[in-house]
C-alpha cells in the first residue's frame, strides 16, 4: 500500500503539475519513491498523448535508477521490457537507461520522454 508523504517540496511538483491534467501526488511505495501523474500530457513522434504514469525515483537496478511507467504500452519501437504493479494498478515501461536520480523529477520525466517524442531509442 502507498503512503503520500510530504518530503518532496512543492517547488519539484510545480512543474510537474503543469503538465498533468490530474493529480499529481508524491508517494512511497515499499522502499520506491514514486510521483503519480494523473492525466499526464506529452508528445509521441508528434501526436499528443495523454494517460496517467508513474515516475519512480528510485529504482532497485544501478544500470536504471529512475524508471517511468505508462498506463499503456506505446510501441514506437521502443523495447516495452517489463510490466509493474504499483499503486493497485498495472503499468508499462521500456527499457531507457542511465538517467539518473540526482535530478529535478522533472529532468528525470524529459528524459524519459524525450525517445518517446523521437519515436525510437537514439
Known amino acids: 500500500m502507498a503512503t503520500e508523504d510530504t518530503l518532496m517540496p512543492e517547488e519539484h511538483l510545480r512543474p510537474l503539475r503543469d503538465i498533468c491534467a490530474g493529480e499529481v501526488r508524491f508517494l512511497i ?4 519513491r514514486l510521483i503519480f501523474l494523473g492525466n499526464l500530457r506529452f508528445y ?3 501526436v499528443e498523448k495523454m494517460m496517467d504514469a ?5 529504482h532497485n537496478n544501478p544500470t536504471y535508477p529512475t524508471k517511468l511507467y505508462l498506463a499503456e504500452n506505446l510501441g514506437c519501437g521502443l523495447n516495452w521490457n517489463e510490466t ?3 499503486l493497485g494498478r498495472n503499468w508499462h515501461t521500456f527499457s531507457w537507461r542511465d538517467v ?4 529535478s523529477p522533472m529532468e ?5 520522454l524525450a525517445p518517446l517524442a ?5
Open 100 to 103: 539518473p536520480s540526482n535530478q
Open 118 to 122: 523521437r519515436g525510437r531509442a537514439a
Open 108 to 112: 528525470i520525466l524529459a528524459a524519459h
Open 44 to 46: 509521441v513522434t508528434g
Open 84 to 86: 509493474a504493479f504499483l
Open 54 to 58: 508513474v515516475l519512480c525515483l528510485n
Open 29 to 32: 511505495e515499499g522502499q520506491r
